[in-house]
């Protein structure tokens, strides 16, 4: 069974900083594209930041410049490394990956179940 697990998230005063992480299963073959999702109460889930296999980032304009996605392929693992924080960037974050998963050998999209990010003074 495919799993992804997020850790990292919190309560932080605006202006700090957190760094999320994003842990997948031994059942993934490979992973495409990896992202960071974000999901504040009353919105529709956006997209953060993204990197492709061959480590090509993409962020929302909100969080260029204070936002960094990175991955270490031979962990399977992306992280997020959250500066400056607004507390407008409040939400639950979600990891996603698009996997090939071993039992399947079929690429799908498979979400985590997502870590608080809390900002406030």
């Known amino acids: 069974q495919v799993q992804l697990v997020e850790s990292g998230g919190g309560l932080v005063q605006p202006g700090g900083s957190l760094r999320l992480s994003c842990a997948t299963s031994?059942?993934?073959?490979?992973?495409?594209?990896m992202g960071w999702y974000r999901q504040a109460p009353g919105k529709q889930r956006e997209l953060v930041a993204s990197?492709?296999?061959?480590?090509?980032?993409n962020y929302a304009d909100s969080v260029k410049g204070r936002f960094t996605i990175s991955r270490d392929s031979a962990k399977n693992t992306v992280y997020l490394q959250m500066n400056s924080l607004k507390a407008e960037d409040t939400a639950v974050y979600f990891c996603?990956?698009?996997?090939?998963?071993?039992?399947?050998?079929?690429?799908?999209?498979?979400w985590g179940q997502g870590t608080q990010v809390t900002v406030s003074s």
């Open positions: 996603k990956a698009v996997a090939l998963a071993t039992a399947t050998m079929r690429l799908s999209d498979y």
């Open positions: 031994r059942s993934i073959k490979s992973i495409n594209t």
């Open positions: 990197i492709t296999r061959g480590n090509i980032t």
